[in-house]
């Protein structure tokens, strides 16, 4: 859904979602898999982010990327810490 949405604010934020895949998977499977959940989370966000700044709203893409990059590099990595 991230990818094809037709508005990129709803996009970006769409792919605060992939955290939750990123949780399942760093409790379940491999780091390698938390790290290909992590490269699709970052690319479709930062589309989505030239796409809005683009648009002029340069402020509100950047911040909005990095809430995404916090939550799904963080999710991650705190149960990894803490099955570890």
């Known amino acids: ?19 939750v895949s990123g949780g399942y998977l760093a409790f379940f499977h491999t780091a390698k898999l938390v790290t290909a959940n992590l490269a699709i989370a970052f690319g ?17 893409a950047l911040s909005m990327y990095f809430l995404v990059i916090e939550l799904n ?12």
């Open 1 to 19: 859904g991230s990818w094809t949405a037709a508005d990129p604010t709803v996009g970006l934020m769409s792919c605060a979602a992939l955290a």
């Open 44 to 60: 479709v966000a930062a589309v989505h982010a030239l796409r809005m700044a683009f648009e002029g709203q340069e402020v509100l």
């Open 73 to 84: 590099a963080g999710v991650p990595l705190a149960i990894q810490i803490v099955i570890h």
